[in-house]
């Protein structure tokens, strides 16, 4: 048996009697495809807080999802659900125009790969969706990084001056005033 040298909870983070190796995302290892017309294949655009998150559907409409606590607490290891995930979610029969959806399982990569194969289901719309999102991320994220270097290139350009007004280098002027000891 391994000796304990960490001691307390930073033993074991789960018991073995609740981790399944073989399931996938949702808590099984099978495919779960919608079964219902109540039942519609989403992806997730924004995370809410409290248990909710905000999903668009094959037409582009916008929904509340409601992530159960099946997916929450110690079943929230294998079940993540974060930004431009794929989810399975159902209408609430009683509300008459919905708005609400309830998570019912969530997708993994295989599972994705997997659905794209199955002729019944199209979730072309909901795939080019989440590309689009990643490109305009993605080029949000390049327009930054510009405007970084453009103030950086302002900086440099303002020390270039500096250094000519006054025909002493800065750093000449810090090495005079302190010893080779002190660095």
Same mark, same amino acid.
């Given at each position: 048996m391994v000796?304990?040298? #960490? @001691?307390?909870? *930073? /033993?074991? @983070? +789960?018991?073995r009697k609740h981790v399944n190796a073989a399931a996938g995302g949702g808590g099984g290892s099978k495919l779960r495809l919608p079964e219902d017309p109540l039942e519609v294949i989403v992806y997730v655009s924004a995370l809410l @807080?409290? @248990?909710?998150?905000?999903?668009?559907?094959? =037409?582009? +409409? *916008? $929904?509340?999802?409601h992530i159960?606590?099946? $997916?929450?607490? *110690? !079943?929230? *290891? #294998?079940? +993540?659900? /974060?930004k431009n995930s794929i989810i399975l979610c159902g209408y609430r029969e009683w509300e008459n125009p919905y708005k609400n959806l309830d998570v019912?399982?969530?997708? %993994? =990569?295989?599972?994705?790969k997997a659905l794209r194969n199955v002729p019944t289901i199209s979730i072309q719309s909901i795939l080019l969706r989440i590309d689009s999102a990643n490109i305009q991320q993605h080029t949000n994220t390049l327009t930054n990084d510009i405007f970084q270097d453009d103030d950086d290139i302002h900086q440099h350009e303002h020390l270039h001056l500096h250094l000519h007004q !006054?025909?002493?280098?800065?750093? %000449?002027? +810090?090495?005079? !005033? !302190?010893?080779?000891? =002190?660095?």
């Open positions: 000796k304990n040298t #960490s @001691g307390g909870t *930073r /033993t074991k @983070g +789960l018991a @807080g409290n @248990g909710m998150c905000e999903v668009y559907n094959n =037409d582009g +409409l *916008r $929904f509340i999802a159960r606590n099946k $997916f929450k607490g *110690r !079943h929230k *290891r #294998s079940n +993540l659900i /974060t019912i399982f969530i997708y %993994d =990569d295989n599972n994705i !006054h025909n002493t280098p800065i750093i %000449d002027n +810090l090495l005079l !005033h !302190h010893e080779f000891d =002190d660095i």
